[in-house]
T-cell receptor, first 115, second 115 residues
Framework: AQKITQTQPGMFVQEKEAVTLDCTYDTSDPSYGLFWYKQPSSGEMIFLIY??????QNATEGRYSLNFQKARKSANLVISASQLGDSAMYFC????????????FGKGTHLIIQP | DAGVIQSPRHEVTEMGQEVTLRCKPI?????LFWYRQTMMRGLELLIY????????DSGMPEDRFSAKMPNASFSTLKIQPSEPRDSAVYFCASRILAGGMNEQFFGPGTRLTVL
């Protein structure tokens, strides 16, 4: 069975600062994928970034980067130069089977960006 | 391009009634997922299909829940009979089942309230 742990229920960050959201995972499958999704107050689920377990380099998508440390089983999301619009719930998720299976989600981190 | 379409967006029903949630995946996507989100349990995978075939239904909570995918462009999730504890937001997501293409695109969700 796989498990995702997000230890930060909530975070307050000043606008324009960088943010790191923590995520650790556990699985016995050697082939898996790690995902981050954003859920604003409106409720939709927005895909941010993906990292495959065999990817050699950390994934980046614009202001988002994923700090993948395989030996520590961590997949932290880094948001550079935070903006007010980044305020939302952030979910870390994992999919085994090479990233093709359904997603197992963490409990989420509620990020609030303050002006 | 239209994203994942779910209907209805909101459903209020009384305990014991049958509820049917509908999903139209993105055209060309051949994997479809049903998730449920509650405050208590977070986001949970219920079932997913590859090429219209159910692959993993271990997340379906009880026999009261059933899901079908009669063709590549339509899926239903049925609850019969419904109970108050089924109240949740139900998300449908789809993706392309191909190497390296692991992003799941989520629909807007159906907010179900069972009185």
């Amino acid at each position: 069975a796989q498990k995702i742990t997000q230890t930060q229920p909530g975070m307050f960050v000043q606008e324009k600062e960088a943010v790191t959201l923590d995520c650790t995972y556990d699985t016995s499958d050697p082939s898996y994928g790690l995902f981050w999704y954003k859920q604003p107050s409106s409720g939709e689920m927005i895909f941010l970034i993906y990292q495959g377990s065999y990817d050699q380099q950390n994934a980046t998508e614009g202001r988002y980067s994923l700090n993948f440390q395989k030996a520590r089983k961590s997949a932290n999301l880094v948001i550079s130069a935070s903006q007010l619009g980044d305020s939302a719930m952030y979910f870390c998720a994992m999919s085994t089977g090479g990233g093709a299976d359904g997603l197992t989600f963490g409990k989420g981190t509620h990020l609030i960006i303050q002006p | 391009d239209a994203g994942v379409i779910q209907s209805p967006r909101h459903e209020v029903t009384e305990m014991g009634q049958e509820v049917t949630l509908r999903c139209k995946p993105i055209s060309g996507h051949n994997s479809l997922f049903w998730y449920r989100q509650t405050m208590m349990r977070g986001l949970e995978l219920l079932i997913y299909f590859n090429n219209n075939v159910p692959i993993d239904d271990s997340g379906m909570p009880e026999d009261r829940f059933s899901a079908k995918m009669p063709n590549a462009s339509f899926s239903t999730l049925k609850i019969q009979p419904s109970e108050p504890r089924d109240s949740a937001v139900y998300f449908c997501a789809s993706r392309i089942l191909a190497g390296g293409m692991n992003e799941q695109f989520f629909g807007p969700g159906t907010r179900l309230t069972v009185l």
